[in-house]
């Protein structure tokens, strides 16, 4: 029902009093169709005029409009003037300034009732509503009827016959404000009920109450428009542009599923223009991949393609990874390879999302197809490791050493011996880094052994490398361990650690390889320990002759002539020949070669026919 807030009804106007005394007459002479709307209208009216007589005016007013049947004519009864007067002063007095009330409506008849007397407060009768669409006042109340019997409320009834007359979301909204007092929530939330769209309602929301931009979203979603409709009315109603609009969607709590599909769905943009926006307003790259995964089907690394390309970091990009698809370590390290990143970006986001170490980052670039050089730069940028340290994990992680050296002249310019050094202090063999040298810097065999000797290996690492490496042999190799600068002793020890070889199997190559007796008598008395007469038989055996011998005897043991006649004798040389070497070697006197030879065990009637047979050599010594 209607009432007044105040007591102004009881000071109504005479027009008021002719306007009651003419409902009166009209109940009294006129017949209303049975069962119509228009009785109801009618008995609305005398309902009312007795506790709400300017709520009676409205309802008669209406009943007037409302094409019923008439028995006679109601002018002639009151006269023209009459009826006119008095539907003025109902006018008049539905048009006061004092604001009406609306009570509950607990019937279908309360409900009409309220409908028809605040559409009568704006000067909106059925009569009005029918003829702007085109039907007769009677429909119009069966309409009524209708949504009042099915529970709507009469604010809704009213806008949707409005609706239905065509007055504008602004003029509803505008009547809803001040006919029913409704608030900005409640009266978008009836324009919404009776069809209008998200940027109707918003213009509504403009127009009447003045709201800005995000208060208006806010009750738009509020009231069940989707992120997509919401967008389009602040583009239509407030003139923002996309990321303004989406940001006012995000404050509102539209998630970025949603807002990226409002972004396409109303200015068309695609998954790279549309994740810029939601990045700029704020959105988490996991939220961004999401979104792009929820709305367009981007998998995993299709939307790290998209993250990639609006500037998200590596690590960033990682951790959505994580977080959305669940990608552990190494896949999404696979990704962010396949996308781009660098190794140094990638070994940095492990450490940083993961807090991945030196070593587990480096293994995950390495499996995941980061070469050598790439891996070693990744270390020195993301820990700071120089060439050791880096090489190190580079030989932990299973590169090879040629790859190794690659990387530590590729990064860090280091020539071949420096890199072999390198290679050497992390701990790879000899022949690793010979094979290292001659793959990488194409170094042949000899340069190749000088570079492992300069930086400190042995002679036998060496020999073994040369026999693995370039497939030398005992003979060849041992050379290569002369020209670079070992020693007899070192080679002699190399064949023997290598290749097993025994003492006259060593003598036998190092004379081959121009070593002369004195050093292979050496060799052989500092590595086997071979006293002289033992070195000096091997000596022998291997094919020196006996002034070398003598010669290597005096030089390497400090021999006097005696103790070399005894051993030459010991080991098989004859006399004549150990007569020459006594003279040419140790300079003994004529007369002192009898007593030499006598102890050294020889006989007196050898000794004879040695000196004859000598007689043009000593007479060329000694004269004769």
Do not use: H
């Amino acid at each position: 029902m209607l009432r007044r807030v105040n007591s102004a009804a009881r000071a109504a106007p005479l027009g008021l009093v002719l306007g009651l005394a003419f409902v009166l007459m009209v109940v009294t002479t006129v017949r209303p169709l049975p069962n119509s709307a228009a009785e109801r209208a009618l008995k609305d009216a005398i309902a009312l005029s007795v506790s709400a007589p300017v709520a009676a005016v409205a309802s008669v007013g209406a009943f007037v409009n409302s094409g019923v049947q008439v028995v006679g004519d109601a002018a002639a009864v009151v006269g023209t003037q009459t009826m006119n007067s008095a539907l003025a002063g109902a006018s008049a007095l539905l048009n006061q300034p004092e604001p009406l009330v609306v009570a509950a409506a607990t019937t279908v008849t309360d409900c009409v009732g309220v409908t028809v007397s605040t559409l009568g407060m704006a000067a909106i009768t059925p009569s009005t509503l029918a003829k702007r669409i085109g039907t007769k006042a009677g429909a119009v109340y069966a309409e009524m009827d209708i949504l009042c019997a099915a529970g709507v409320a009469p604010p809704q009834v009213a806008a949707d016959l409005m609706k239905a007359a065509a007055y504008t979301v602004t003029q509803i909204g505008s009547f809803l404000a001040t006919g029913f007092n409704l608030g900005a929530v409640d009266a978008a939330t009836v324009l919404k009920a009776v069809g209008f769209a998200a940027d109707s309602i918003a213009s509504a929301l403009l127009q009447v109450f003045q709201l800005a931009a995000a208060e208006a979203a806010a009750m738009l979603k509020a009231i069940g428009f989707l992120a997509g409709e919401v967008l389009d009315a602040l583009k239509d109603a407030f003139g923002l542009a996309a990321q303004a609009g989406a940001a006012i969607l995000k404050a509102i709590g539209f998630v970025a599923g949603e807002i990226l599909g409002a972004l396409n769905t109303v200015f068309s943009l695609l998954e790279t223009a549309g994740a810029t926006i939601l990045k700029a307003i704020g959105f988490l790259a996991n939220e961004v991949l999401g979104a792009l995964n929820t709305y367009f089907g981007l998998v995993a690394q299709a939307g790290a393609v998209v993250l990639k390309a609006i500037g998200f970091l590596a690590s960033q990009i990682l951790s959505a990874l994580n977080t959305y698809f669940g990608l552990v370590a190494q896949a999404g390290a696979v990704i962010l390879k396949a996308i781009g990143f660098l190794a140094d970006q990638v070994l940095a986001a492990l450490n940083a999302y993961f807090g991945l170490l030196a070593e587990a980052g480096a293994t995950i670039l390495k499996a995941i197809g980061f070469v050598a050089t790439e891996v070693l730069k990744a270390l020195n940028l993301v820990f700071s490791l120089l060439e050791n340290a880096g090489a190190t994990i580079l030989k932990a992680i299973g590169f090879l050493a040629d790859q190794v050296l690659e990387a530590l002249n590729t990064y860090f310019n280091l020539a071949a011996q420096a890199g072999a050094l390198v290679l050497k202090a992390i701990g790879f063999l000899a022949n690793q880094i010979l094979s290292a040298l001659s793959t990488y810097f194409s170094l042949v065999a000899q340069a190749g052994a000088t570079i492992l000797k300069a930086i400190g290996f042995l002679a036998g690492e060496i020999l073994g490398a040369l026999d693995t490496v370039f497939a030398l042999t005992q003979q060849a190799a041992a050379a290569v361990l002369k020209v670079i600068g070992f020693l007899a002793s070192e080679i002699l020890g190399a064949l023997n650690t290598y290749f097993g070889l025994l003492a006259q199997a060593g003598a036998v190559i190092l004379k081959a390889i121009g070593f002369l007796a004195n050093e292979v008598l050496s060799a052989l008395n500092t590595y086997f320990g071979l006293v002289a007469q033992a070195g000096a038989a091997i000596l022998k055996a291997v094919g020196f002759v006996i002034g070398e011998i003598a010669g290597a005897l005096q030089t390497v043991f400090g021999m006097a002539a005696q103790a070399a006649a005894d051993i030459l004798t010991a080991i098989g040389f004859a006399i004549d020949a150990i007569i020459q070497v006594l003279v040419t070697v140790f300079g003994v006197a004529q007369d002192a070669l009898e007593g030499i030879l006598s102890a050294a065990g020889w006989a007196a009637d050898a000794i004879s026919d040695a000196f004859d047979a000598l007689g043009d050599f000593l007479c060329g010594i000694f004269g004769c």
